[in-house]
């Protein structure tokens, strides 16, 4: 999400094979019901196997949202008008209409309204014009991280999540390297747990003509523009009437392996054949699991528009049904007691 990398088809690409599940739909949730009483969907996609529960992990970090506010001692609000690095088209504010707790849910919620603000974010302002230039964008969004208050070397993270629907929407559950040991974007890094562009949408090459692909993906290789990536794919199974409804999503990171699952199902995992950094600090070492074995931290947003939603399915941005929101019930993060490389606590090999 953090850079302009989307510049390629919607495909999967691990090992230069695509990586295609087709999912049967189950009964799901009533969208009119709590995410506490929602019952999730679960299937198991054809050609992957169907996973254990959470066994072996410990949970170590989580957030249920059963407050009144947005937790600021777990998460801290983004706020620029950069567009990402990707070209998106909001503005990412402090504001509660952007990003609240409500109901035992955190809600992201895209507006379909003008704003002006910083031109880039804080951690990209190098100068006294970077910190004085403003930018204008059509939407605003809500964007949350916990870097410096959840940064973690391996684990287990899992998102239970409801994501909106729409051309031009891009919800994402994703991780960026903290500390940057290997060099900037994307020489330390990037963990996408869950990327998703407008879902419902029309489209020709997708199951019943609709848009309802999600994927999991890697960034690594050289500093922009020699950045690289490798992803796994899947369909999200939705309601009788085509509705998103709610899903967990997870990452399982080890030592030498990112997993990913839907609704504790694994759908694919890369290893270091799949990924590389061309950072001399990691090529000196000899070590093939950079830059994956450093810690991360986690960030939830909402993007709208940009490289990957506006040149795919129907095109562009659709300004109706705003606003749009991103609902999550819960987020945990594990990690494996006694084993600081997460291997033992791994499931069983499936086919990457």
Not at 127 to 144: C, F, K, W
Not at 226 to 235: F, G, H, I, L
């Amino acid at each position: 999400m953090a850079h302009p990398r989307w510049m390629v088809p919607l495909i999967a690409v691990g090992g230069g094979t695509a990586l295609l599940a087709a999912v049967a739909s189950c009964a799901p949730a009533d969208s009119s019901t709590s995410s506490r009483d929602a019952e999730t969907v679960s299937t198991t996609p054809a050609g992957v196997v169907e996973s254990d529960n959470v066994l072996g992990w410990q949970l170590v970090w989580s957030d249920e949202f059963d407050g009144d506010s947005l937790d600021d001692t777990r998460w801290t609000r983004e706020v620029d008008c950069w567009g990402g690095g990707n070209e998106e088209q909001q503005c990412y504010t402090d504001r509660a209409k952007n990003a609240r707790v409500e109901d035992g849910r955190l809600i992201i919620e895209a507006h379909l309204e003008e704003m002006t603000g910083p031109a880039l974010p804080p951690r990209l302002q190098q100068t006294e014009a970077d910190r004085t230039n403003t930018n204008t964008l059509p939407y605003t969004s809500g964007r949350v991280n916990t870097a410096g208050k959840g940064d973690w070397t391996y684990g287990r993270l899992e998102v239970r999540a409801r994501l909106p629907e729409g051309q031009g929407t891009w919800p994402a559950i994703w991780m960026l390297p903290t500390d940057e040991i290997y060099g900037g974007w994307a020489l330390s890094g990037e963990i996408d747990i869950l990327e998703a562009v407008n879902l419902g949408a029309r489209c020709e090459e997708c199951e019943n003509g609709i848009e309802n692909r999600m994927f999991g993906t890697l960034h690594f290789g050289g500093a922009w523009p020699q950045n690289q990536y490798e992803n796994r794919r899947t369909t999200l199974p939705t309601g009788p009437d085509g509705a998103q409804v709610w899903h967990t999503f997870a990452t399982e990171w080890s030592e030498g392996r990112v997993e990913w699952f839907l609704d504790d199902v694994s759908y694919g995992y890369l290893t270091p054949e799949h990924w590389n950094t061309q950072s001399e600090v990691a090529q000196a070492q000899g070590n093939p699991n950079a830059p994956f074995d450093q810690r991360f931290h986690l960030i939830l947003n909402l993007a709208i528009g940009g490289h990957l939603a506006e040149s795919h399915t129907e095109g562009g941005i659709d300004p109706t049904g705003y606003p749009k929101q991103f609902e999550i019930d819960f987020v945990r993060v594990y990690q494996c007691p006694g084993d600081p490389t997460a291997v033992s606590c791994r499931h069983a090999d499936v086919q990457p």
